[in-house]
């Protein structure tokens, strides 16, 4: 399960890095969101992975690690205000720049990637 | 606690001084000098233990967790540079009273000389060399500041630039130092290193460390070849060149050779460095002297050849030789003082300092003539002055040298030649100013100047004079006891006196003299050969350098630094893939001895779902809509991996979280184009692919590293106190409420800011809406679909309800202020989607912003509340109490805590969503293009 576990991590990290790599706004808010998935599953199996033994007292007669649980928790909140941000900042973005490309501006061929 | 004053006193100077503004020029003088006179006092009631051979040390604590200390000595050497830093300082003041005209701010120029002052009693009586670096660099800055006095002119900002810059970047050597040196003797007390001699010259960093301590010593006092500073240093107000030039700034880095002479001097290398790099200077500078027909630029040469000849006096092998460089060391700072202020009289009379134009001012001014004479002939060093001593003294010890081997004649023949130079231009100072004929072209006529603007060249004079003619007299105790520190008490026998017979130094003297009159009479065959000579100044090569470098360092930063935010970002990938790739290299074994766990069915089923989502949000991603909605499939399957593996607050969090990112994204592709137009290069997407595989194999393997490796973790703490200290049995909910409570206050003001600033940014956006999606249909003209909107208002008080619940039992079970919050938010929202935000707004008046504020506060005031009951900020308080029919409940104050983070997470959530969602609401209802 350890394998499948840390295949899913690196699989979405993959995949969240490729999205931000992209040249348009929007995949790479796409990209951020999933690598903040895989960062959190990351952070959160520090713990180590264990089945049935949610840490509330008088349920089990031991109890998974809840400080990277309580960690990842506000992460999962501040990770949201922080793709609001960055997805309002992308419509700002659009709405004064007039393109969504990250680099500000749609690159002609001759010179691309300058902006 | 003497020791400490002398700087503080005169840092305490520099505010009052630059509190004056309103006195009279009088009054802010006077009040500028009370400091450095205590100081003085002070110094001269301590100077009698000096003269018995005492060292004084005083040290105050600083840091004493890093052994760090404020620590000062006060030995002959740090006694003769305190007694003239003080001294000339004073009399430099006094006179700049007279120098400044009205315009001129005169407590900004007496806060930055004292400033200065402080630096240079700083760097003397230093007993530490992390201390001694400071002050250093303070010199630096405040003679930046001093230089650069009359910032509207273009060439004081470019001289003090051009000073920060060479003494800077000395200092920096200088720093490299003195950290190896500390390291090579294993203190930074100066004390130790000057006992350490054998240990540090042993030592194999002990040339590199004398290299770069001598950088920091000539670039400061501007050695050849990094004496261009100095000259265009001139562009500062006379007084200070006075000061700086003659007695301090440039004699720091004397006082440098003479505190590590007996450290790092006797081998060698210092006698090769130090001894040819004050020859070379000596000599290149005398030279050059002869042909500026600016007075201070005369001055500025003659200042950087005589401290050449100190320079070259401390590499000479002898102990006489320190003697006489001590000796150099007080007469030059009295005879230039008093030629700098001389020329500041006759600029500041005359309105020039060309001396071209300056002829004939003897009629003009007999009195400071004769004042400048007097200094000028010591500077020559003609009989019965102080200069004429330590020349003589200079002349026999190039007698008993070998520095240049079978060639070491050279050396006072050399020597004999700068003098000669020397008596020279100061022969030029003289008759060229004073006789020569009349003045041309001055746009005053040239009178005395105010009575007591001559005072302070005056007392200098007499100085002069009076050391020239006994000697032993006055100043014999202070050159004992500073050589005294310099050779580490192997002073030999020595007498100054003015007659020693006819010898070979007295010829040398009479060679010069008589060269140097020749040399001046002679003087135009010179500046016509010297006119034929290429210009190639020092202060052209450091333009160019400058330039060059700026040049340089522009071409690399554009190179980096295109614009393009996909280059950052794959170069930042990179390094991130190198940085964290390579240990895993080096790692014998990637799994740990944890046993792996079997998969069962479920696990395969979701790990396969969460896979084919994720790959389908990539290939996909240009279909955003398609995109977004794998994406969503990601999130839910992570929030079930929470639930399977213990996690179930993570889960409900995770799920609420899923559901507003999802309605916020699809509320934003209202504004965002819905597809990607073809944009990278199929070389581009392999490129990337490369990088992000790359990145995810080494996560992915970390992951498996760590989750497959034993650990020890603080939690059983947690687990253990939960119940007891935070009255809670949910530990996570514990943990964010009451044990890591600051941390959670934190985040959600980070949560409030984050809203505040989207609102921002959503004030005033130009609207970009499409009428249409992107296949041309119209958006359909019932905007609320009738059973959600019927649906949704019977949902909201259960959903409420529910949101209730799970806030009341989160401490004790899944659940808690975030996801409760989190819910109540979804269950507004839905009505948003269901009614519009008119509609919302018709019928809910609320400022989203006053609700993140009073969340924050909440939490705040819980926080601080505990502190009235005497416990550390954010301490849980709960009681369990027996109500009537309902039972027992237990009250704690967490709950109140978690009440804040409650509101701030709705108001925030709502305020993000909202605000965005109410700019549709103004969609217009026809075509409008993309």
Request: aromatic share 10%; net charge neutral.
């Amino acid at each position: 399960m350890e394998i499948l576990y840390a295949s899913c991590v690196g699989l979405l990290v993959a995949c969240g890095v490729f999205l931000i790599l992209r040249s348009r706004t929007f995949p790479v808010v796409l990209g951020l969101t999933m690598l903040s998935y895989a960062v959190n599953l990351f952070l959160f199996a520090s713990g180590r992975l264990t089945l049935n033994k949610a840490a509330v007292l008088g349920y089990s007669s031991d109890y998974a690690d809840p400080l990277p649980q309580a960690l990842v928790l506000t992460a999962i909140v501040i990770g949201f205000a922080m793709t609001a941000f960055v997805v309002i900042l992308a419509i700002r973005g659009r709405a004064d720049l007039g393109n969504d490309h990250v680099n500000g501006q749609v690159p002609t061929n001759n010179n691309k990637g300058k902006a | 606690m003497t020791l400490l004053w002398i700087p503080l006193l005169s840092f305490f100077g520099s505010i009052i001084s630059s509190l004056t503004g309103k006195l009279t020029r009088n009054q802010t003088t006077a009040l500028t000098l009370v400091m450095p006179a205590i100081a003085l006092i002070l110094v001269i009631n301590s100077a009698a233990d000096v003269f018995a051979g005492e060292v004084l040390r005083e040290s105050v604590n600083w840091v004493p967790a890093l052994g760090l200390e404020l620590s000062f000595r006060l030995d002959g050497l740090s006694l003769l540079f305190v007694l003239m830093i003080l001294g000339i300082g004073m009399l430099v003041i006094f006179y700049a009273r007279y120098y400044l005209s009205e315009k001129d701010s005169m407590p900004k120029l007496f806060a930055y000389l004292m400033l200065f002052m402080t630096a240079m009693l700083g760097i003397v009586t230093a007993n530490n060399v992390l201390q001694l670096w400071l002050f250093w660099e303070l010199t630096s800055i405040s003679s930046f500041l001093l230089i650069s006095y009359w910032w509207s002119k273009s060439e004081a900002r470019k001289g003090a630039r051009m000073a920060l810059t060479i003494t800077g970047a000395g200092g920096l050597a200088l720093l490299a130092g003195l950290l190896m040196l500390g390291h090579i003797v294993g203190s930074y007390d100066i004390d130790v290193i000057l006992a350490s001699r054998e240990l540090i010259q042993a030592h194999n960093l002990y040339e590199v460390t004398l290299v770069l301590v001598l950088l920091g010593a000539f670039t400061k006092s501007a050695q050849f070849p990094f004496h261009f500073w100095l000259p265009h240093a001139m562009a500062a107000p006379t007084p200070v060149s006075a000061y700086l030039h003659s007695a301090t700034m440039v004699k720091a880095g004397i006082f440098l050779l003479a505190r590590f002479y007996p450290a790092l001097a006797g081998t060698e290398l210092w006698f090769i460095l130090v001894g040819l790099t004050g020859l070379a200077t000596l000599i290149f500078a005398a030279y050059v002297a002869l042909f500026k027909h600016d007075l201070k630029g005369l001055l500025a040469y003659s200042t950087i050849s005589h401290l050449g000849l100190i320079t070259l006096l401390f590499g000479l092998d002898t102990e006489l030789a320190t003697v006489a460089a001590i000796f150099h060391i007080i007469n030059h700072a009295t005879f230039k003082a008093s030629l700098f202020m001389a020329a500041g009289i006759i600029d500041h009379e005359t309105g020039t300092r060309d001396m071209r134009k300056l002829n004939g001012m003897w009629r003009f001014m007999p009195y400071t003539a004769t004042l400048a004479m007097v200094a000028a002939a010591s500077m020559a060093g003609v009989p019965l002055l102080n200069g004429f001593l330590s020349k003589e003294m200079f002349f026999a010890e190039t007698l008993h040298q070998q520095l240049l081997g079978s060639m070491s004649w050279l050396v006072p023949v050399l020597a004999t030649i700068a003098a000669a130079f020397s008596v020279a231009y100061s022969a030029r100072f003289i008759h060229d100013v004073f006789f020569n004929g009349d003045p041309i072209d001055l746009e005053k006529t040239p009178h005395e100047p105010p009575r007591y603007m001559r005072i302070p060249i005056e007392i200098l004079v007499a100085l002069c004079l009076i050391v020239g003619m006994f000697p032993n007299f006055v100043v014999h105790d202070i050159i004992y006891t500073a050589a005294d520190a310099v050779l580490a008490g192997q002073v030999p026998e020595y007498k100054i006196s003015l007659w020693h017979g006819f010898n070979l130094p007295l010829l040398m003297s009479a060679i010069a003299v008589a060269g140097g009159v020749l040399i001046y009479t002679q003087r135009k065959y010179l500046f016509q050969f010297q006119a034929s000579l290429p210009p190639m100044t020092g202060k052209k090569m450091f333009d160019g350098s400058v330039s060059r470098l700026v040049r340089w360092s522009q071409n690399k930063i554009s190179a980096i630094e295109n614009g393009s935010l996909q280059r950052y970002l794959m170069l930042m990938f990179v390094i991130v893939l190198l940085a964290a790739g390579w240990p895993l290299f080096e790692m014998a074994q990637l799994a740990g001895n944890n046993p792996l766990t079997p998969v069962d069915v479920h696990n395969g089923i979701g790990a396969g779902l969460l896979m084919i989502a994720a790959i389908a949000t990539v290939i996909w991603h240009r279909q955003r809509m398609i995109s977004l909605l794998m994406l969503s499939v990601v999130g839910l399957m992570v929030s079930i991996a929470f639930t399977r593996f213990s996690a179930p607050d993570l889960a409900l969090t995770q799920l609420t979280v899923e559901v507003v990112t999802i309605i916020l994204l699809m509320l934003a592709l209202f504004f965002l184009p819905q597809k990607s137009p073809k944009a990278s290069s199929s070389v581009r997407v392999l490129r990337d692919l490369g990088i992000a595989s790359a990145i995810g194999i080494v996560v992915g393997s970390i992951c498996y590293a760590l989750i497959t490796r034993p650990f020890s973790s603080i939690s059983d703490f947690f687990i253990a106190n939960a119940k007891t200290g935070g009255g809670g049995t949910n530990v996570v909910n514990v943990i964010l409420v009451d044990f890591r409570g600051f941390d959670t206050l934190g985040e959600i003001t980070v949560l409030g800011i984050a809203a505040l600033g989207i609102y921002k940014l959503l004030v005033n956006l130009p609207l970009f809406m499409p009428g249409s999606d992107s296949e041309g249909r119209p958006w359909a003209k019932e905007r609320y679909p009738l059973l959600l909107a019927s649906i949704s208002q019977s949902l909201l008080p259960l959903a409420l309800l529910v949101s209730f619940y799970i806030f009341l039992r989160g401490h004790n079970l899944p659940g808690g202020g975030f996801i409760a919050g989190l819910v109540t938010a979804i269950a507004f929202i839905l009505q948003y989607i269901a009614h519009g935000s008119n509609w919302i707004a018709e019928r809910l008046t609320i400022n989203y912003r006053k609700i993140i504020a009073s969340g924050i506060a909440i939490a705040l005031a819980t926080g601080v509340g505990s502190w009235f009951f005497g416990r550390p900020f954010l301490k849980t308080w709960f009681d369990y109490f027996d109500l009537p029919v309902i039972g027992q409940i237990e009250l704690a104050s967490a709950l109140v805590f978690d009440l804040g983070v409650y509101i701030t997470v709705v108001g925030a959530t709502l305020m993000i969503l909202a605000s965005l969602g109410k700019l549709t609401a103004n969609a217009p209802k026809e075509e409008v293009n993309i």
